[in-house]
T-cell receptor, first 112, second 109 residues
Framework: EAQVTQNPRYLITVTGKKLTVTCSQN?????MSWYRQDPGLGLRQIYY???????DKGDVPEGYKVSRKEKRNFPLILESPSPNQTSLYFC???????????FGPGTRLTVT | QKEVEQNSGPLSVPEGAIASLNCTYS??????FFWYRQYSGKSPELIMF????GDKEDGRFTAQLNKASQYVSLLIRDSQPSDSATYLC?????????FGKGTRLHILP
């Protein structure tokens, strides 16, 4: 089954404790991306990757890191999480041009 | 000016009628345009995309793009209660994807 998977689906952590959210896709897509969704702010792109070893900032990259060492995986790293990073996070993958996105199930992160 | 704007709704449409959802964008360099549907508590699902002026039809859905006026719309024919969801408009600017905040659609049985 073609899909984007994310783990964990739910995470509660404390301020400053490094965490990684994994994302994997089995559709051989070049383009992968991370978004956060907040009430009243909508869906905002954090980072994206056009291919292996190619990553770039989206509109809200502060406080996040990513890496793309393999085509199928695109982990999101929070080195020192803060409460303002409490959000619903989505990973997505798709082709390059026209950039359609297929979303994972989401990870609900709470930072206390 | 917000880059991608949508009326937040809710938009209430009787079952069987046509639902019309609108989206405007500010960057004339935007290249591709997308409509996603998101049910409460779920992830967005791609409905369709369009990148040329005019209409594109897929089943009950029609996307319309007017680059001169910088708007894109989604028509849903024969609306069903299962169409009740939030509809997200998105545009591709350079290599980024910019989403609107979505329009809540409520189909009245």
């Amino acid at each position: 089954e073609a899909q984007v998977t994310q783990n964990p689906r739910y995470l509660i952590t404390v301020t400053g404790k490094k965490l990684t959210v994994t994302c994997s896709q089995n559709m051989n897509h070049e383009y992968m991306s991370w978004y956060r969704q907040d009430p009243g702010l909508g869906l905002r792109q954090i980072y994206y990757s056009m291919n292996v070893e190619v990553t770039d900032k989206g509109d809200v990259p502060e406080g996040y890191k990513v890496s793309r060492k393999e085509k199928r995986n695109f982990p999101l790293i929070l080195e020192s999480p803060s409460p303002n990073q409490t959000s619903l996070y989505f990973c997505a993958s798709g082709g390059v041009v026209p950039y359609e996105q297929y979303f994972g199930p989401g990870t609900r992160l709470t930072v206390t | 000016q917000k880059e991608v704007e949508q009326n937040s709704g809710p938009l209430s449409v009787p079952e069987g009628a046509i639902a019309s959802l609108n989206c405007t964008y500010s960057d004339r360099g935007s290249q591709s345009f997308f409509w996603y549907r998101q049910y409460s508590g779920k992830s967005p699902e791609l409905i369709m995309f369009i990148y040329s002026n005019g209409d594109k039809e897929d089943g009950r859905f029609t996307a319309q793009l007017n680059k001169a006026s910088q708007y894109v719309s989604l028509l849903i024919r024969d609306s069903q209660p299962s169409d009740s969801a939030t509809y997200l408009c998105a545009v591709n600017r350079d290599d980024k994807i910019i989403f609107g905040k979505g329009t809540r659609l409520h189909i009245l049985p």
